[in-house]
């Protein structure tokens, strides 16, 4: 038996990379997935297409996160669609995945690149959880994608870092505040995934090498170790874990 069947999920930015892999995971499962998308309308209905031909359901909606209206845009979309497929607008599982990299030094870094960073990736799950409470179900799960960087020091990317230490915090505080409703909340730390963010400098002799020799497996991460976690989390076997920051680095920088 599939075990997250009867389950609803919306995953942030699963248009791509990791939150596709988690997606395609959570739908294999058995949920029905929210593919959520920013720009890439495109990118977003064809993750719906392959869920759809591996037996699965699954549906695109789009919304900018950067401000409070696009996140009231989001559960306004998805009240609306879940009314049209299940019935019933409420689910069960948030994965914030969506946000956004920089490749600005600590000395480069504007003002506007540093908001922008914070708007995607603190922003927009902070208000997006607090306006998905009235329709998350008890007894369900938030899991929040955050970096390895909050573990190993890369301070050529310090706003980033910044952003996504801010969320570790998120996680531990509001696994405390929403306990109470039997809701898990957990971060996943991921170090270097081969996706299409990384691909420019990743599939290269030297960045292959680089990226493998970080991690004490000796190779590089890719979606779906980053996605089986989230699975576990999502599932019925995570019910006990709760406030925690899960290390899926493959052991980089020991």
């Known amino acids: 038996m599939k075990r997250l069947k009867g389950k609803v999920a919306l995953v942030t ?9 988690i997606a395609l ?14 720009n890439s309308r495109d990118a977003a209905e064809h993750v719906v297409r392959v869920i759809e031909e591996q037996g699965g359901r699954a549906i695109a909606i789009g919304a900018k996160l950067e401000t409070v209206a696009g996140v009231q845009l989001l ?47 603190v922003k927009a799950p902070f208000f997006l959880v607090q306006h ?36 570790n915090t998120f ?20 170090g270097i995934v081969d996706t299409d963010v990384n691909a420019s400098w990743l599939h290269t002799p030297d960045g292959e090498k680089y990226a493998a020799e970080m991690s004490a497996l000796g190779r590089i991460g ?10 576990f989390l999502s599932a019925s076997d995570g019910r006990w874990v709760t406030g925690q920051m899960i290390d899926a680095t493959g052991g980089s920088h020991l």
């Not at 995971?25 to 920013?38: N, Q, S, T």
């Not at 599982?93 to 995607?120: C, H, M, P, Q, R």
């Open 222 to 231: 890719q979606p779906s170790d980053v996605a089986d976690i989230v699975s």
């Open 13 to 21: 930015g699963a248009s791509r990379g990791i939150g596709k892999g």
């Open 132 to 167: 998905a409470l009235p329709v998350l179900r008890d007894g369900g799960r938030i899991v929040n994608i955050s970096s390895g960087v909050t573990r190993i020091a890369y301070p050529h990317i310090m706003a980033y870092n910044l952003s996504k230490g801010a969320i």
């Open 171 to 190: 996680t531990l505080h509001l696994a405390k505040l929403l306990g109470s409703r039997g809701i898990t909340v957990n971060a996943v730390l991921p």
């Open 75 to 121: 559960i306004d979309s998805l009240k609306e669609a879940l009314i049209g497929v299940t019935g019933v607008p409420r689910f069960d599982i948030l994965v914030n995945n969506a946000g956004i990299a920089t490749s600005k030094t600590f000395e480069e870094t504007t003002e506007e690149s540093f908001d922008e960073v914070f708007a995607v990736n």
């Open 25 to 38: 995971r959570l739908a294999e499962d058995g949920a029905l997935v929210i593919v959520h998308y920013g």
